[in-house]
């Protein structure tokens, strides 16, 4: 069995009030159409398309080669959307999933069972229903006598009884390929001036055929997104599903309400996550660590047993055993070796702090490299740019650098040598040396 995919994405989501595409809206960090896309090629699909048109281009874009397009140049109505992958979808493939893109919440679970029970279906369509007391803005599913779905009818055409019914579309459809492209050159016009996906189910009763339907467990993941308010509830739910997989897998979240993973973060074992903690990204946090409270980490990497509050960070690698915070921050290229403190207003960017150092409070490190349990006094700066390049600093092993030294880039410090505090140090200093005073010189040579 071949089974393709198409995702509905043209459209231009007027009800989100924006010049972004509505797929491309975020949730969780990532686009909508991320999560819809992902869903059906995971759901077994060998191919996927997305139909593009309104803002295609920008679409395309953040999709990549990973998947087909097609392109529908005047959006009229979700049946003339799928027409338009025709000829990316052959009939080689025997059945294809079709998807609404502004569906984020549904899982690729929900769509193989979709698959399974159209594989049994003698007709040539099944369809995802749901059964909920908030109908609003989803098409009605009409049952005949025998219980069979007869009809989908939009909202707009409802009769005040139909308006009634609690069965919805969910959107979410399986067909067989063959007949889907010739009962979509059947579609009738809607008095909204689109031709509708939807009306295939009445071609399909027409042309004798039993359209079977299954029920979603959960409803929320049917939710679509047409509205900010939509775009919102999504983002909670979203929110709920990745903290209950991680808690699942062993990991501590304080306050779910509080806490911001984004789907793409890894975290390892007994590792806490304290309130108001945001790891996005391409980040991945070791075990036995406690995040936050109030932390932000993008696109990084933390070892095991690391303590990390209040903390900026972004771009930036930390070894096992670090404590940092309250208020520190690392920016791209920040390294810090494994038992690494990096206490109260420190800023390290492009640098590397070696084993054991420490950094306690006030001082900024840029474009250093720092050995192993150097001392870094209060108020230390790299002086590393002098208005239009940026220059390196070396500081070697069991360095101490008094407070408020101004280390003037570029600069190398040689293994266990001291400076004063207020130094201003703009020349380099051999390794054992003391130096003092502004610019600083030496006082005494140690070994020698
Ligand atoms: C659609 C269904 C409705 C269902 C609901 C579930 C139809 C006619 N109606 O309504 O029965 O209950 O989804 O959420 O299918 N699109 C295109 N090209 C177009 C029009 C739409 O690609 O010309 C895409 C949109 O980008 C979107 C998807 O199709 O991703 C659904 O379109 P939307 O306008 O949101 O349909 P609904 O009114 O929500
Ligand atoms: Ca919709």
């Known amino acids: 069995m071949k089974l393709a995919s198409i995702v509905l994405a043209a459209g231009k989501g007027t009800r989100m009030k924006s010049s972004l595409p509505k797929v491309l809206h975020q949730i969780c960090g990532q686009p909508m159409i991320h999560f819809a896309v992902q869903a059906a090629q995971n759901s077994g699909a ?13 679409v395309q874009q953040y999709l990549g080669a990973g998947v087909d397009y097609a392109l529908q140049s005047e959006q009229l109505g979700t049946g003339h959307a799928v027409l338009s992958a025709n000829q990316a979808v052959s009939n080689e493939f025997d059945y294809v999933l079709v998807t609404n893109g502004d569906m984020p919440l549904l899982t690729e679970e929900t769509l193989r069972q979709l698959v399974v029970t159209q594989l049994s279906n003698t007709g040539p369509l099944t369809l995802m229903t749901m059964v909920s007391d908030d109908p609003m803005g989803f098409g009605r599913i009409l049952r005949g006598c025998d ?11 409802c009769t005040p009884e139909q308006l009634a019914i609690r069965e919805l579309n969910v959107g979410a459809y399986c067909f067989k390929t063959k007949w889907l492209w ?31 339907a299954i029920t979603m467990k959960d409803n929320r993941e049917a939710l679509g997104i047409n509205t900010r308010v939509q775009l919102a509830e999504a983002e909670a739910f979203m929110r709920k599903r990745i903290l ?37 990204g391409d980040t991945f946090i070791g075990s036995d660590c406690e995040i936050g409270p109030n932390t932000m980490i993008t696109d990084c990497r933390v070892g095991n047993h690391c303590t990390i509050l209040s903390v900026v960070m972004e771009k930036a690698i930390v070894e096992d055993g670090v404590d940092m915070g309250p208020f520190a921050r690392l920016r791209k290229g920040a390294h810090l070796g494994p038992g690494v403190h990096l206490g109260n207003f420190g800023e390290v960017k ?15 490190i840029g474009n250093a490299t720092i050995g192993k349990d150097v001392n870094i006094g209060a108020g230390t700066i790299t002086c590393n740019y002098d208005g239009e390049k940026k220059h390196p600093t070396v ?22 040598a001291k ?5 201003v140090v703009t020349h380099d200093v051999p390794a054992g040396e003391v130096v003092v005073g502004v610019p600083a010189k030496p006082i005494r040579m140690k070994n020698k």
């Open 46 to 58: 060998g191919k996927t398309t997305v139909v593009i048109g309104h803002g295609g281009e920008k």
């Open 147 to 157: 219980d069979s779905v007869i009809a989908i009818v939009e909202e707009v055409q």
């Open 395 to 416: 500081i070697g092993d069991r360095v101490f650098i008094g407070s408020d030294t101004m280390l003037v880039a570029p600069l190398n410090i040689g293994d266990d």
């Open 419 to 423: 400076t004063g505090a207020g130094a």
């Open 182 to 212: 010739q009962a979509l050159q059947r579609l009738p016009l809607s008095p909204k001036g689109e031709y509708y996906l939807t009306d295939v189910v009445g071609i399909a009763v027409e042309d004798g055929f039993r359209v079977a």
């Open 244 to 280: 209950e997989k991680l808690m699942l897998d062993g990991v501590t979240v304080i306050d779910p309400a509080s806490t911001y993973v984004e789907e793409t973060v890894k975290i390892g074992m007994d590792t806490i996550l304290q309130p108001n903690t945001f790891l996005r």
């Open 350 to 364: 492009d640098s590397y702090l070696g084993a054991g150092t420490k950094m306690g409070h006030f001082s900024y």
